[in-house]
């Protein structure tokens, strides 16, 4: 039994170097980017589907990059939570970061805190990001017009994030550059 054990376990490993092996030999890459926000990088009001960081995704595939477009939007966050999640949001091998630098300021006026705090935050978000060498693409949804909102006057209607991705379009392409196209 433990020998069989040592088998699927060499099996395992073997397999796992034979398709990391395969996918550089065959130029196989993914860029990782990563959507980082509040609210309405989470699509607050809409679908998953229909939240930008997704649309994006759909958009860049059309273009032939083979990426994955991360949604690590979460609802309510402050400046001070995006800098505390910062690195178990964005792995290793992270390309690009779509950073909101709107729902977090708009959050922190929710809960009285300063906006110098929220500058503050920011500026560590941006400089621990480019010390990992991740290009930033700066996301902020609060410039959209108002009929591209929900009732609420903040948060995206799908039409606002299908607009908003498209927009967003060109800035990630110029930030992954072609090493990552098909």
């Known amino acids: 039994m433990q020998y069989a054990r040592q088998i699927t376990g060499r099996g395992f490993v073997f ?3 034979a398709l990391c092996l395969f996918a550089v030999l ?3 890459s993914r860029a990782q980017v990563i959507a980082f926000g509040a609210s ?3 699509g607050e009001g809409v679908s998953i589907d229909q939240a930008w960081p997704a649309q994006l995704e759909r958009l860049l ?3 032939g990059y083979q990426v994955h477009v991360e949604n690590e939007g979460e609802a309510g966050d402050t400046t001070k939570d995006m800098l505390d ?3 178990s949001s964005i ?3 992270t390309t690009v970061v779509i950073l909101d630098y709107s729902g977090g300021f708009y959050n922190n006026r929710k809960f009285g805190i ?3 705090k929220g500058v503050a935050d920011m500026k560590a978000i941006g400089a621990r990001l480019r010390s990992r060498g991740i290009k930033i693409v700066p996301e902020i949804t609060l410039r959209m017009p108002e009929n591209l909102k929900q009732s609420d006057h903040v948060h995206l209607t799908a039409e606002g994030h299908r607009q908003f991705a498209a927009k967003l379009l060109p800035w990630v392409i110029a930030a992954l550059g072609n090493a990552n196209s098909g």
Do not use: C, S
């Open 61 to 63: 595939r059309e273009k």
């Open 91 to 93: 792995p290793a091998g």
């Open 26 to 28: 065959t130029g196989v």
């Open 40 to 42: 309405n990088v989470a």
């Open 114 to 116: 300063p906006y110098d």
């Open 85 to 87: 999640r910062l690195d």
């Open 15 to 17: 397999a796992l170097v």
